[in-house]
C-alpha cells in the first residue's frame, strides 16, 4: 500500500470514528434517527437491541453484491472498507451511550447532525462511503437517470414516516432537523471551507482594469474573447480567482476606468493552482511571462488560441 493509499485509509477510518460517535453521543441517548439504514438499524435497537453497526453490515451485504453485479469491481473497491469500517465503529463507540453530554433534544440534533456531517464529509472527500442508500440510489441512477439526491431523499422520507408512526412525530421532526444540518455539513467539508470567489467583468477598458489587478490586487488575470449577442461586438472578458477581501479592490478599479462596467461575482470551491494551493509568483515574474508570451504571439508563434496566456496568479 502506497503513502498515498494509506493516508486516505486513514482519513476514511477518521470520518467514521467521528459520524459513528456523533450517533452514539447526541441522537441515539434522545433516541433520534439517522438517515439511510443506519436509520433503520437504530429503529431495529430500538425495539430490539439488537447493535446497529452489526445491522447496517448486515443490511449492506445484498446491497454490495447488487452494486458488484450492477456497477462493477471499481465501484465496490472504493465502499466496501468505508461500509465496513463504519459499521465496526458504531458498535465499537457504543459505551458512549452513557456519556451523552446533551439531554436536549434539539440541541443533540443539532450537535449530532453537525458532527456527523463533518464525519461523512471526510469520508465522502477521500473517496470512500459509509453504503446503505448511496449504494442504491447509484444503482437506481443507472438504470432509471434519476437524481442521486432526490433518491435518497426519498428513501429517508420513507424511514420519517415508519419512525413518525413508530415513536410519535417529535422525534421524526428532531431527526429531520439533524439530517439538514448533517448534509449542509457534508457538504462544506467535501466542498472545502475556503472559499473564492470567481470575477468576470466585461468594460470597454478591459486592459486597463486588468493592468491595475495586476499591478495594484497581486492577481492574475485571465482575458476571454467574447462578442455581443446584440451588438455584434467583440470584446475582451476578463475573468479572475480573488479572495472575499479583494472583492472590493477590483469594483474601486473596474469602476474608477469603466463605471458602466458589467460585473459578475460567482462563488468558487475547491480552487487549485499558483496563489491557492501553490506559492504565490511575484508581480515581476508574471509580468516578464507577459512579456514573452506576447513576443511569442508578434513573432507568429503563439498557439493561435487568441488571448493572452498570462493568466498565472
Not at 491595475?212 to 479572475?240: S, Y
Amino acid at each position: 500500500m502506497t503513502a498515498r493509499h494509506f493516508l486516505r485509509a486513514l482519513g476514511i477510518l477518521l470520518g467514521c470514528l467521528i459520524s459513528s460517535s456523533s450517533i452514539n453521543l447526541f441522537l441515539i441517548p434522545n433516541h433520534l434517527l439517522s438517515g439511510g439504514l443506519t436509520g433503520i438499524g437504530i429503529i431495529v435497537y430500538f425495539l430490539t437491541g439488537l447493535p446497529v453497526g452489526a445491522q447496517v453490515l448486515v443490511y449492506n451485504i445484498p446491497l454490495l453484491i447488487a452494486a458488484y453485479r450492477t456497477l462493477g469491481r471499481e465501484y465496490i473497491g472504493n465502499v466496501i472498507f468505508g461500509t465496513v469500517m463504519f459499521s465496526i465503529c458504531v458498535d465499537a463507540t457504543h459505551f458512549l451511550n452513557v456519556y451523552a453530554p446533551v439531554p436536549d433534544p434539539m440541541l443533540a440534533a443539532i450537535f449530532g447532525g453537525v458532527f456527523n456531517g463533518i464525519g461523512y464529509g471526510i469520508i465522502f472527500r477521500n473517496g470512500g462511503s459509509s453504503g446503505g442508500l448511496d449504494i442504491v440510489a447509484a444503482i437506481v441512477k443507472k438504470y432509471y437517470s434519476f437524481n442521486m439526491g432526490g433518491v435518497i431523499f426519498g428513501f429517508n422520507c420513507v424511514i420519517m414516516a415508519g419512525s413518525a408512526l413508530m415513536f410519535g412525530p417529535v422525534p421524526a421532526m428532531y431527526t429531520l432537523i439533524s439530517m439538514f444540518v448533517s448534509a449542509t455539513l457534508t457538504d462544506k467539508v467535501v466542498g472545502g471551507f475556503v472559499r473564492r470567489k470567481a470575477m468576470i467583468l466585461i468594460s470597454e477598458a478591459a486592459e486597463l482594469i486588468a493592468e491595475d489587478i495586476i499591478h495594484e490586487v497581486g492577481r492574475g488575470v485571465t482575458f476571454l474573447d467574447g462578442e455581443g449577442a446584440f451588438t455584434n461586438q467583440r470584446k475582451r472578458v476578463i475573468f479572475c480567482v480573488v479572495s472575499l477581501t479583494q472583492i472590493a479592490r477590483i469594483k474601486n478599479i473596474a469602476n474608477h476606468f469603466d463605471p458602466m462596467a458589467f460585473m459578475l461575482v460567482l462563488d468558487a470551491n475547491e480552487v487549485m493552482g499558483r496563489g491557492f494551493t501553490l506559492p504565490m509568483v511575484k508581480i515581476e515574474e508574471m509580468l516578464r511571462e507577459r512579456d514573452a508570451a506576447r513576443q511569442e504571439k508578434k513573432a507568429g508563434t503563439a498557439d493561435g488560441k487568441g488571448g493572452d496566456t498570462w493568466d498565472k496568479p
